[in-house]
């Protein structure tokens, strides 16, 4: 035998070798994966049948079992039959043969049982849907007699399949996910007149825990959280940052915003979410002592130092927006909470020089009534916008009142209470911002006079049957009202009279917003039905932009969260 046969013989046994060790091998964990798979829908099988919100008496029951590995998108399955029982079996069997051909790792298991249907004319879906903010409507579709084209609410808004702007179905979308090889299912030429919509009864094993999931308006399709509790608030806020380590690039910018249902990221910028992701990042810091948070915040923070300050003399320094060469009063103002919680923070005076310089800009662009001129351009530093939005005010006065109480110097106290003046002279509660609010807050820990205080008690007061009414992705309002409990405090402390304020609704109002803002929350039970589940998972978003994540999405929930934490025992002593 000539040595070159040898060789091709010896190969090939190799070959042979590890191809029944890969077999034997993928057996093994095939086998675990369905071990594991039984024991979990087992136990959300009893969840359900123990349900008291489950109608039993029904002629037939529809089932959709979904699994995901928090890697990829969710294998759903459906199963109508006679039984409950016999539904989730024949449901259970078709995911087991799923687990066998995709090697799936069942670490999210989630089990949907139709509770709730009704025939529904296109037209009127259609006129229904008009109504909507995108992504918003909440109930499942079968959109064939054999059930064979049934939806969850999270397939169809996950993957697009409802047009809201031109207020149809997106044919197309519908298609491509009912005809992937995971669904297997018929092509559909046109959307019938009359079809099936649908609600659940609904629980999650995401491995840590069982979960039922709400049906409520604001917390429908999540696991329900009537708990806010210290616990809680670490917990959502360490998760939340996570996603924030995640999104920084080795240079030190932000993957700026991502859209989930697309797994595109956008290209654009604004330096000031980017300083208060920082600002936020530095908070979580301060609650989790994450090494990897501190390790991100320096990259976050040298990028805004190196890249984008630029100096108008040897004491004056601004803070550009790249995109556009803007000098933006805010981004000098967040810019100054950003490095002054980063020096308090880890007990270092490395940028005290530069927030000297920016808090110089600010000063440039104060003026003498204590007014703000709001944007200048560069290079050259000319005046180029007066007046572009209320928050700029706010995070500029609350900056230099951070300043004062870094520095000790009463020069930049004397600034922000020129410019609290002019906001309570020209009734600035109207504007419902939460910066008012900080700076308000701040200023008073120094000066609490009595119209300061009121200005902070009107903001909450003028504004709450808004506040209780807005959308749930609108997080800046529970920044707001924790805030406002602790110019409260303050002005019962000093003696101001509080009588024509009722605490009561604004802690109602407070646990109201922690409660609604956690259905901007993507939870296991709703990223899985994205294409890359655990890049979003604990993440904030914003449903009705194509459940859209932005790093100030994430930011501002931080920052809620963090006031409610640090403010827990003043809400727990007012609430008694």
């Not at 294409?531 to 459940?547: H, L």
Request: hydrophobic share 35%.
């Amino acid at each position: 035998m000539s040595k070159n046969m040898i060789i091709v013989i010896i190969v090939l046994g190799i070959c042979f070798i590890l191809g029944i060790s890969y077999i034997a091998y993928d057996m093994i964990i095939s086998k675990d994966s369905i071990s594991k798979f039984n024991n979990k829908i087992s136990k959300l099988e009893d969840s359900i049948i123990n349900d008291k919100d489950m109608n039993f008496a029904k002629e037939d029951f529809t089932v959709f079992i979904s699994i995901s590995d928090s890697e990829k998108k969710a294998y759903v399955t459906n199963s109508t039959e006679k039984t409950l029982k016999k539904a989730i079996d024949v449901a259970k069997k078709e995911m087991i043969n799923n687990i066998k051909k995709y090697n799936i790792n069942p670490e999210w298991v989630r089990l949907d049982v139709l509770n709730e249907k009704k025939e529904t004319l296109s037209k009127e879906f259609y006129e229904e849907i008009s109504k909507l903010n995108s992504n918003t409507y909440r109930r499942g579709i079968i959109l064939d007699s054999n059930y064979d084209i049934a939806l969850l609410e999270n397939e169809i808004n996950a993957n697009n399949i409802i047009d809201y702007e031109k207020k149809l179905f997106n044919l197309d979308n519908l298609n491509k996910y009912i005809t992937s090889d995971r669904k297997e299912k018929l092509k559909l030429k046109s959307i019938p007149k009359k079809f099936t919509t649908f609600t659940c009864v609904s629980y999650i094993d995401d491995s840590k825990k069982i979960y039922k999931l709400g049906t409520s308006e604001n917390n429908f399709g999540r696991r329900e959280t009537s708990n806010i509790d210290e616990l809680f608030l670490i917990e959502t806020i360490e998760n939340a940052s996570e996603y924030l380590i995640d999104a920084i690039k080795e240079n030190g910018e932000f993957i700026y915003r991502y859209n989930p249902s697309t797994n595109e990221e956008v290209k654009d910028y604004n330096i000031l979410r980017h300083e208060g992701s920082v600002w936020s990042m530095i908070q979580a810091y301060n609650l989790t002592k994450n090494k990897e948070l501190k390790e991100n915040i320096d990259l976050a923070i040298k990028y805004v130092a190196n890249e984008a300050v630029k100096y108008k003399d040897n004491n004056t320094a601004y803070i550009i927006e790249g995109k556009n060469n803007e000098i933006k009063l805010g981004a000098n103002g967040i810019g100054i909470l950003m490095f002054i919680e980063y020096m308090e923070t880890f007990k270092n005076k490395d940028y005290e020089d530069l927030v000297l310089k920016l808090a110089n800009g600010i000063s440039d662009m104060q003026n003498n009534d204590g007014s703000y001129y709001h944007v200048y351009m560069y290079p050259g530093f000319k005046k180029h916008e007066k007046f572009r939005t209320v928050y700029y005010d706010g995070e500029a006065t609350y900056a230099l009142t951070k300043l004062y109480n870094f520095t000790k110097d009463k020069k930049w106290l004397r600034k922000a209470e020129k410019s609290l003046q002019y906001f309570y002279d020209n009734g600035y509660e109207k504007y419902k911002d939460h910066w008012i609010e900080y700076s308000v807050n701040e200023v008073t820990k120094y000066n609490p006079k009595k119209e300061y205080i009121e200005l902070g008690l009107k903001n909450i007061t003028v504004n709450l049957k808004k506040i209780m009414e807005q959308e749930y992705w609108y997080p800046v309002n529970l920044e707001l009202l924790n805030t406002g409990i602790e110019i409260y405090d303050r002005a019962v402390k000093n003696n101001i009279s509080v009588k024509d304020f009722d605490v009561g609704k604004l802690i109602e109002a407070i646990y109201y917003r922690a409660n609604i803002q956690i259905d901007g929350l993507f939870y296991p039970e709703v990223s899985m039905y994205f294409e890359n589940p655990k890049r979003i998972t604990n993440a904030f978003y914003v449903r009705n932009q194509k459940f859209r994540i932005r790093i100030d999405d994430v930011q501002h929930n931080i920052n809620g969260y963090y006031k409610m934490y640090n403010n827990y025992k003043l809400i727990k002593k007012y609430s008694e």
